[in-house]
């Protein structure tokens, strides 16, 4: 796993992005092949987290409760996903794929690795 680092593995957002927090989701989503927004105590989210990692992918991972405008793009990403569940969120390739549900469906049904082929996440 790839974690944007100033300390501890915690991502520590630039002071250069702008406020608006739907914007920051969309411009930190496409920075990386894999995006994950998580929140460190959610089981979900470290369960998506392994599930990436076993594939042989090393996601940047965004926790939430670590960044001090978290809660901010927690609703944003709430907004954009249409429900009360914000994490874990998925982007690959600069989509957004979904929370859990989706990606393991994704998964199950053999989409989500011709997916991180295509985004240049897997090379095998």
Not at 15 to 24: Q, V
Not at 100 to 113: F, K, Q
């Amino acid at each position: 796993m790839h974690y944007q680092v100033d300390s501890w593995g915690y991502y520590m957002p630039r002071m250069s992005m702008g406020s608006d927090p739907m914007e920051r989701v969309a411009k930190l989503a496409s920075e990386s092949a894999v995006v994950i927004f998580s929140l460190s105590s959610c089981c979900m989210c470290h369960a998506v987290k392994r599930l990436f990692c076993g594939l042989g992918v090393n996601p940047t991972v965004y926790e939430l409760d670590q960044d001090p405008r978290g809660k901010d793009m927690e609703a944003a990403l709430m907004r954009l996903l249409g429900n009360s569940q914000a994490v874990p969120v998925v982007f690959i390739g600069g989509k957004l794929i979904g929370a859990m549900d989706r990606v393991m469906a994704s998964h199950i049904n053999g989409t989500l690795v011709p997916l991180l082929k295509e985004a240049g996440a897997l090379w095998l």
